[in-house]
């Protein structure tokens, strides 16, 4: 029996690696395909496919796309994809190390991730602006409906869509801002973490509320932040039955909807943009069956 992979669905660790591979042309995409099919991966481990390696593929997933580069008043959004993307949990770091190493081995001799951040947990779930990160994650059985596919048929149903965006922070212009001012920036007082009512049209709480939009635009978010040297910032990742949903939010959060810029990118940018289909789990691997394996 197929279900989702565990760790979409898990509470966010202490530690994450986030691995990026692009395949190279001389790796046939079948082969490498094969060998993640023979894959025995720990629960604590997630594996997305990216747009370009299924057509390489010569396959289909209903719903996988490549990730939109947008531009709007807010600024534009990069597109960087990726063919496979790993993302590996734990409570020991040097482990994710480890298993990332072994895990990118066996996709084939040689190969070199595009792309490695490590993120880690912060306060009780916090950003490192210092505002809670997912105050409106739908959880239990809501968590279920708004990230896992259902109802598409065998091979399909378990798998989920995700998005991924490395956000980098400019933590000092952030800072530098009166506190009221970085409270209507976010939406909500980092007195209390309570949203009010108050807060500008700008206010990323008021571009994101998930249940303004229409349909509504329920994603299951589980970011952490990452940092690099004095560079630092956000991993968001957002899993989804599709994309549609985080489609919508990142078209208002640039103003594409109404001209109105999410107040976000007065001190943040993305860096990345990528969208990856999550297959379902059998056993301990994976279900490729929609891929016909």
């Known amino acids: 029996m197929s279900t989702p992979q565990p760790s979409i669905l898990a509470p966010v660790p202490a530690h994450s690696r986030y691995v990026t591979v692009d395949l190279p042309p001389r790796l046939a995409p079948q082969d490498v395909l094969a060998r993640i099919a023979k894959m025995e991966l720990p629960e604590t481990v997630v594996l997305g496919l990216g747009a370009g390696f299924i057509q390489r593929l010569g396959k289909e997933i209903p719903g996988l796309r490549p990730f939109p580069a947008l531009t709007g008043p807010a600024g534009s959004i990069p597109a960087t994809g990726g063919d496979v993307w790993v993302w590996l949990q734990g409570e020991d770091r040097g482990e994710l190390v480890h298993q990332s190493n072994a895990i990118v081995a066996q996709l084939g001799h040689g190969l070199t991730p595009t792309a490695v951040v ?11 602006t210092g505002y809670e990160d997912g105050t409106e994650n739908p959880e239990g059985e809501k968590a279920q409906a708004a990230a896992i596919v259902s109802g598409a048929g065998a091979g399909l149903d ?27 920036m976010i939406g909500r007082r980092l007195a209390d973490n309570e949203e009010f009512d108050e807060a500008p ?60 810029a999410d107040a976000l990118f007065r001190f943040t940018r993305p860096l990345t943009g990528a969208f990856y289909w999550c297959p379902p789990r059998k056993g301990s691997g994976l279900d490729l069956s929609a891929l016909g394996l």
Not at 118 to 128: P, T, Y
Not at 159 to 182: G, I, M, N, T, Y
Not at 205 to 226: D, G, Y
């Open 118 to 128: 490590d993120g880690f947990q912060h306060g009780d779930s916090q950003d490192l």
């Open 158 to 184: 378990g798998s989920s869509f995700v998005a991924v965006q490395q956000w980098k922070h400019d933590l000092r212009l952030f800072k530098s801002h009166p506190q009221d001012e970085q409270d209507n």
């Open 201 to 260: 049209e700008s206010a990323h709480v008021k571009r994101t509320a998930q249940e303004s939009f229409t349909p509504e635009a329920f994603i299951l978010r589980r970011s952490m932040p990452w940092t690099d040297g004095m560079d630092a910032g956000l991993m968001f990742v957002a899993f989804g039955r599709s994309f549609d949903a985080y489609e919508a939010i990142l078209r208002r959060m640039l103003g594409l909807e109404d001209g109105v």
